[in-house]
């Protein structure tokens, strides 16, 4: 119903489950018959330019009124998240006062596929959610976890069994009856969690997966090469060594690299940049919190944002790498992404450059460009699918 040419504003406005209000808007124009096609169409200003179907989704960020450093992240994987799309006469710039509107719609975002079950897991020691697809498998098993937040975040998980596999979002404090903090790891914790997935009766074997982000990463680094169970290791992020916390596992114990607070800088609008803040892991003094992985009979993926500003994610796989190659070993691939930022969640997640760091109750500048980063989680999501079919079954 638009005329041929008229220049219009298209806005998404979502909130999450605290309430807390999110947008994104770009400006198009309509083609000669009056109609405006987000998969052909291309913005011409706002949040973001070009074609891109899902442009209002990943460049949703807090409404102006709100704290500016937050995630919108699904907590509740079993409620969709509710998305207005408005459509608003001319072009307003972002957080101006839009035109008069003249048509909206809610689309409801799914994070789980019909008949996905959820199953709250209190194994042993072991906690977390299990989410298994519809039907009755044996289906590829595989481990997520996430960083140095804590909790339970299971978006991932909920989207993996969409996709046809058992996936386990395994939290490893500050959850239930876990630490509350991070200050020491047992390795046997993880054990104890492949083990359990292994053995399902849903789960194909012989072996599992487990797919990890940030110090999530790092720990699924650890255990394909500590853990048989565990034969492939999706690792986003992550550093070749440990850190922050000792790991133990036996008699085994790899000290975690240690921040350097006094290497951090603040910016001017108060945001920490913490790149330079980590210990040197190729400093020979570090040398025993190098994590193994040339004893691992398993495969790897490693994905990284080359603009990371949270660490230096990119030389690490690099070390990593080296590492293997040094051993003879040619059982990694690598997806390097310019422009992405530190956390690459799958497709359409919202951009956050800078968000609220948990343990330090700062901003920290993540890095990244939204577009490229957004790119970046859409090819890495398939490519994530295709390595752990390939290595599970």
């Known amino acids: 119903g638009l005329s041929p040419g008229q220049p219009v504003t298209l806005r998404a406005v979502a909130a999450d489950e605290r309430g807390c209000l999110f947008q994104s808007c770009a400006h198009y124009r309509a083609d000669s018959r009056g109609e405006l096609h987000l998969g052909t169409d291309a913005s011409h200003g706002g949040d973001y330019t070009g074609v891109e179907p899902m442009g209002l989704f990943w460049s949703l960020a807090p409404a102006g009124m709100e704290n500016p450093y937050q995630r919108l992240v699904p907590r509740n994987t079993s409620a969709p998240m509710k998305v207005e799309g408005l459509v608003h006469q001319g072009h307003s710039p972002p957080g101006s006062m839009p035109g008069p509107v003249m048509a909206k719609a809610e689309v409801q975002r799914l994070f789980t596929a019909p008949g996905v079950r959820r199953i709250r897991l209190k194994e042993g020691v072991v906690r977390g959610s299990l989410f298994l697809p519809p039907g009755d498998g044996p289906f590829p098993g595989v481990i997520d976890m996430y960083g140095d937040e804590g909790g339970l975040i299971e978006f991932r998980s909920s989207l993996l069994a969409t996709h046809g596999f058992a996936a386990l979002s395994l939290p490893y404090f500050d959850f239930e009856d876990l630490p509350r903090v991070l200050k020491e790891l047992k390795l046997e914790y993880f054990e104890e969690a492949a083990r359990f997935l292994q053995r399902h009766p849903k789960v194909k074997g012989p072996g599992v997966g487990v797919i990890g982000t940030g110090k999530g990463a790092e720990l699924a680094l650890s255990m394909i090469t500590f853990l048989p169970e565990v034969v492939a290791a999706v690792s986003i992020s992550g550093c070749s060594s440990n850190t922050v916390a000792d790991l133990h596992y036996g008699d085994t114990t790899l000290p975690g690299l240690r921040f350097d607070m006094k290497k951090v800088s603040v910016s001017d609008s108060g945001v920490f940049d913490i790149f330079e803040a980590l210990d040197d892991p190729t400093n020979p003094a570090n040398s025993s919190s190098v994590i193994p ?56 997640t919202p951009f956050c450059q800078v968000a609220m760091d948990r343990v330090l109750g700062v901003p920290v500048l993540g890095g990244g460009e939204s577009k490229a980063h957004a790119h970046a989680q859409e090819h890495s999501w398939g490519k994530i699918q295709e390595f752990l079919h390939l290595h599970l079954g």
């Open 293 to 348: 992985i040339e004893k691992a009979e398993g495969h790897f993926l490693l994905v990284v944002g080359e603009d990371d500003r949270m660490w230096k994610s990119s030389l690490y796989a690099e070390l990593a790498i080296t590492r293997l190659r040094q051993h003879g070993k040619e059982n990694f691939e690598l997806l390097s992404y310019p422009g992405a930022g530190h956390r690459i969640d799958p497709p359409s």
